[in-house]
Structure formats: structure tokens, C-alpha cells
Nanobody, 114 residues
Framework: QVQLVESGGGLVQPGGSLRLSCAAS????????MSWYRQAPGKERELVAS???????NYADSVKGRFTISRDNDKSTVYLQMNSLKPEDTAVYYC????????WGQGTQVTVSS
């Protein structure tokens, strides 16, 4: 059974940091492109960052220089380090795996507020 379990969300003040984790199981993690998406209230889901099977990364312009995506194939886990957080980063963050099939996690809430 495929599972993507996100963790690490929460409430943080502007300028703070959070590290999201997404633990995968049930598929060959190293063969999948891993991504983080987010969806704010009333807005469409958007791509935040992705990392290829070779480790090549891609970021949305809005998070470049602040967020870092990484993966640990031995642990079947993808991470999103988020620094210098802004109120506009508030959203539900989803992990997505793309390979032979596509899989979504259940999401984790990130709220940036003073």
C-alpha cells in the first residue's frame, strides 16, 4: 500500500523556519520525482519545489533562496527546509510522488502569523 506521510507543519512567526518531511512507502522511492505543492484558502494548488531522481532541484520563483528541497533515498524521505517564512507562505503543503504513477500525501498545515 502506497503511503506518503507529511509532518513538520505548524504555526511559526514571520521570519521563522520550519522543516517539512514526507516519509514514503509502498513504491520504489528512488525512481520517483518528488515534489512539494501548497494550497492556500481560495487558491489553486501550486508547485513549490521538486527534486528529480538525480537530485536536480526546481523552485517556484516565490520561494527561491528561502526554501530547500532534498531527499534521502535510504530513508525514502523528502524534505522541505523553509526559512524566512512570510505570511503568504501560509497553506496546506502536500507531498507528491511522480513516476509510473502519481501519489499525493494528506497534507500538513503551515501557518505563518504573528
Amino acid at each position: 500500500q502506497v503511503q506518503l506521510v507529511e509532518s513538520g507543519g505548524g504555526l511559526v512567526q514571520p521570519g521563522g523556519s520550519l522543516r517539512l518531511s514526507c516519509a514514503a512507502s509502498g513504491f520504489t522511492f528512488r525512481r520517483y520525482v518528488m515534489s512539494w505543492y501548497r494550497q492556500a484558502p481560495g487558491k489553486e494548488r501550486e508547485l513549490v519545489a521538486s527534486i528529480s531522481t538525480a537530485g536536480t532541484t526546481n523552485y517556484a520563483d516565490s520561494v527561491k533562496g528561502r526554501f530547500t528541497i532534498s531527499r534521502d533515498n535510504d530513508k525514502s524521505t523528502v524534505y522541505l527546509q523553509m526559512n524566512s517564512l512570510k505570511p503568504e507562505d501560509t497553506a496546506v503543503y502536500y507531498c507528491y510522488a511522480l513516476g509510473l504513477s502519481g501519489y499525493w500525501g494528506q497534507g500538513t498545515q503551515v501557518t505563518v502569523s504573528s
